[in-house]
């Protein structure tokens, strides 16, 4: 898969990713959809949530640092938005982010997050202002895997999407340098986020819906292979 460029297919070519459209991005979800999901997950997160955030609000200094790597694949990027008491509504997230002199201390636990286990990097969206309870208090932030104080849930049981990993993502007394707030500016986190979202939002439902196709001519040929071996 990184041979094939699939974990850079939407970073910009600058970076080393292929720079595809929307629509080339789209043919090539809805491809892998007749696969197993599992494969669309695992480059998904490089080519959207996990990456977005660097590509559009970063500064030059962090897109230099992580593109070219999320690009080839030698870096797995996750998106930490969801937590257990907010999911839809994620304006109302808990997790903090204190400033502490030249570095922000992260507190919280984030559920459900993709590729969480393999990922070298996390976007994490946290309250940088606690006197601020909307969105506008909250800040986004690039936590490398590895940093003392963040550690992993087990990985979740899933009915289905089996091979696409998530689990938990804690931060307890989580130590980063203040140069790892995304775009060098506070308070506009949730925007970030919801630009990542929007992205997302038009690549996620392709590959599932592309899985009917695939499964359509298994279905002609199940009740022919059933007949022959005489159960009809
Ligand atoms: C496989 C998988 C992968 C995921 N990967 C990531 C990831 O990488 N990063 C990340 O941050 N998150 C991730 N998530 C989390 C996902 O974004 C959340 O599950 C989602 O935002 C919904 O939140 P919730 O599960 O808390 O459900 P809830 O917000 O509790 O919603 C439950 C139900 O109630 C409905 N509902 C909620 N509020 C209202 C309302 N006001 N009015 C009417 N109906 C309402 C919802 O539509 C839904 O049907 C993942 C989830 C799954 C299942």
């Known amino acids: 898969m990184k041979e094939l460029g699939l974990f850079g297919l939407a970073l910009p ?9 929307m629509e080339e991005e789209a043919r090539i979800a809805m491809e892998l959809g007749r696969t197993s999901p599992a494969f669309r997950s695992y480059i998904g997160t490089n080519n959207g949530i996990g990456s977005s955030g660097i590509v559009i609000d970063g500064t030059p200094e962090q897109k230099e640092k992580y593109l070219p790597r999320l690009a080839s694949g030698d870096l797995i990027g996750s998106f ?20 502490d002199g030249d570095h922000y201390i992260i507190n919280g636990t984030k559920r459900f997050i993709t ?5 070298g990097i996390f ?6 202002n606690p006197d601020i309870k909307g969105a506008s208090g ?3 932030f690039i936590v ?4 003392p104080g963040l550690t992993l849930g087990k990985r979740d049981k899933k009915m ?12 307890d007394n989580c130590r980063i340098p ?3 707030l995304i775009g060098g500016k506070e308070g506009v986190g949730f925007k970030t986020a919801m630009k990542v979202l929007d992205k997302a939002a038009c690549i996620f439902p392709l590959s599932p819906s592309a899985r009917p196709n695939a499964c359509w001519p298994m279905h002609w040929r199940l009740p022919r292979t059933a007949s022959n071996s005489g159960i009809l």
């Open 13 to 21: 070519e600058e970076y080393g990713g292929l720079g595809l459209t």
């Open 80 to 99: 930490a938005l969801t937590e257990p008491e907010a999911g839809s509504d994620a304006g109302s997230l808990r997790t903090t982010a204190v400033r």
């Open 115 to 119: 590729n969480a286990p393999h990922a």
């Open 123 to 128: 976007t994490v969206m946290a309250r940088s």
């Open 138 to 140: 909250i800040s986004a």
């Open 144 to 147: 490398e895997a590895g940093t």
């Open 160 to 171: 289905g999407q089996k091979g696409a990993h998530t689990s938990d993502v804690i931060f």
């Open 178 to 180: 203040a140069s790892q």
